[in-house]
DNA sequence: TATATTTACATTGTGTACAATATAATTGTA
DNA sequence: TACAATTATATTGTACACAATGTAAATATA
């Protein structure tokens, strides 16, 4: 009985991409109502708790590179969320700012996480669990960057 | 003390996509090497596992829509792993099948798994807690449909 | 202070990922 | 058996996602 753990069923990475996919994909549909992507909305958060970011900064935040996070940066400016504004100190950082517009949406945002953690269907402790575990493998994902 | 549900470090999707996203790279470091992306890799599992499957069942087997597997499996017969046909008893399904390279892909694909579950670096029991809780999550989802 | 190095973003190219739509084959039904 | 409805796949358009590369500004060093 060989490749057994070539077998979808036997794997964590493909429950975790798949998990992940269909989460994100259950955000777009109440996304889409208040005009962001799920990466865009993801931004947003990390913006409005902490605006403004450098683009490097905003990319750490969100384990993106520049080649993702520039075109983001972009499409939010030219829909009205956000500002770029190249730093006077520096002129080789890129300041991000929130729009009112962008602060408005605030509020229509926060409607959303409860509704879709109502899907996930999981207990408090589960909820923890999972998390916890989440972050465990990120943090040690990061300390084996060489292999 | 306001909205603190859009916080990133108080979402459990975020560390899920964040997650899912770093241990898709640390595969794909290893597949470029056998010249596979990380979707063509799941998808090779799924057809190692049970060749030959129509473009719908694969679609199903990955969480994937055709807008994805098409193009995926277009790919995959230009570099010579797998072969598509048109099913002579039903014209409109498209059957997928391993060529003898996507074969001989096994024995080294096999290698892969261990290598990155060990920069995971968690304990069996926490392996086997993760593994249920994304599964739940998935099926959770699956029943919750409409909302 | 000239030059090498580093840093911060931006660009390019390839490959997903999915909603919406299109198309052709098959099946159900009057 | 015509024709409507369904099914299976493909196409289109938009938006990530990242490796590799390019570029300009800032910093370090001889």
Redesign the interface.
Known sequence: MG?D????KN??????????????R??KKHLGKIGLT?TQY?AM??L??KSPLSVTELGN???LDSGTVTPLLKRMEADGFIKRTRNDEDERTVMVDITQKGLDL?EQ??QI??????????SHD??I???K??????N??E??ED?
């Open positions: 490749y753990n070539l077998k979808l794997q964590l990475c493909f429950p975790l991409y798949a998990c992940s996919k269909e989460v994100v259950k955000y799920y993801i958060m990390a409005w708790e935040c969100l384990y605030r945002a926060a996480p409860p509704k879709v953690g109502g899907c996930l269907n999981l589960e909820t669990t999972l998390y575990l989440l972050y465990k493998v990120l040690n994902l300390m084996s292999e």
